[in-house]
Each structure stands twice: as structure tokens, then as C-alpha cells.
């Protein structure tokens, strides 16, 4: 091969290589990375912007602000899910913006795993600051026969930690907070990360 040709092909091996590491980065940017630090360990989670754009926005939005560091998980159903996002320790209601646009038709499903925005079962664009965690694959909360539950992300790891958590005995509160665990699991800090490797996620109530 000749000296020219030898250095055409090192020419287009380089722009590949410089293309292909910008398109890493790139997608890295549009997937942003969340850490649930929990008083039963901690969650992580990958967000779906490409996807879900407003849900994700609004949820950043409340992690930057740090709304939800001090929240407990109000509402936890074993193998179904588990729900945090909207009351402290006392149970008080937290001030949120304002609701935003259901985006439950963006082919995302609820399945074992994924995030999505807890809402009012009648109103589709009633979600705030209001998330739940599947530990089972809950396809009636897609859209469908209803408007569906707009999924925004995934866990990558801790997994089993939200497991964990939907298994936790019930039955001390009443009214509004029937299902809210006896033993409180408060959220303690929520914040971005980068980096984080990312695990096969499997829910024990689908294996």
C-alpha cells in the first residue's frame, strides 16, 4: 500500500475515532445520572430526555433545588412500587410548581425498574414533583385503556434497595397514608452524578 493511501486510511481511522468519542459524549449529556441516597441505601437512576423531556426537566429541577432531600417514601405496594416525592416526616405537604404534560405516549413502558411521575388517577397532567419506582412490570399504568403514567428514567443500580422498601410492613397510618411503611424511610439527599457503571436491572417479582 502506498504512502498516500497509508495516510488517507490513518485520516478517516481518526475522524471516526474523534466522531465516534463525541457521539459518546453527547449521548452521556442526554442521559443524566441521579443519585437517591435513602436512609436503606442508595438508588440510582438514568433519565430518558430524548424521551420524556418535560418530565425529566422538572425533575432535575427539583433535584437541584433539593427538594427532595428530607422526603420520606409515602406510599410503598411489594411487588409493585414504591412512591416518594410530596411529604416530610410529619406527613406535611410540600409546595410544589406547578402540575406539568402527561408524556406517557413516548413508548416508554412500566416495567420492572423505570421511574415514572406519580399523578391524580383523573387528571393526566396533574404531576409535580411526585415519582414512583416499578419493582414489577406494571403495564395497566401505560397509556391505553386510561392516559397512562409517564415513565422518565430507569434504575441502574439499587435496585434491590427499592425492593426492599416495597416489602416493608404497613398497617400503622390511616386515611390518605394506609400504605405508607411503619418503619419511615427518609430520603436524604438526591443529587446529579456521572460516571456510574450501569447494571442489568431484574425485579425478583418477575424472575
Known sequence: MSKNKNHSLKIVLITMFITLL???????????????????????????????????????????????DGLIFHRVLPRFMIQTGGFGFDFSKKETDEPIKNESANGLSNRCGTVAMARLGDDPDSASSQFYINVNNNKHLDI??????????????GIRIAEAISELRRGQHSG????????????????????????????????
Open 22 to 68: 463525541f457521539s459518546t459524549n453527547s449521548w452521556s449529556e442526554k442521559r443524566p445520572q441521579v443519585k437517591i441516597q435513602t436512609s436503606m441505601g442508595d438508588i440510582y437512576l438514568e433519565l430518558y430526555p430524548e424521551k420524556s423531556p418535560i418530565a425529566v426537566e422538572n425533575f432535575l429541577k427539583y433535584v437541584d433545588r433539593h427538594f427532595y
Open 176 to 207: 390518605q397514608f394506609v400504605d405508607a411503611p411503619n418503619q419511615m424511610v427518609q430520603i436524604i439527599k438526591v443529587k446529579r452524578v456521572k460516571d456510574q457503571k450501569i447494571y442489568n436491572t431484574k425485579c425478583a417479582a418477575t424472575r
Open 144 to 157: 391505553g385503556n386510561n392516559e397512562g403514567y409517564t415513565v422518565f428514567g430507569r434504575v441502574i443500580k
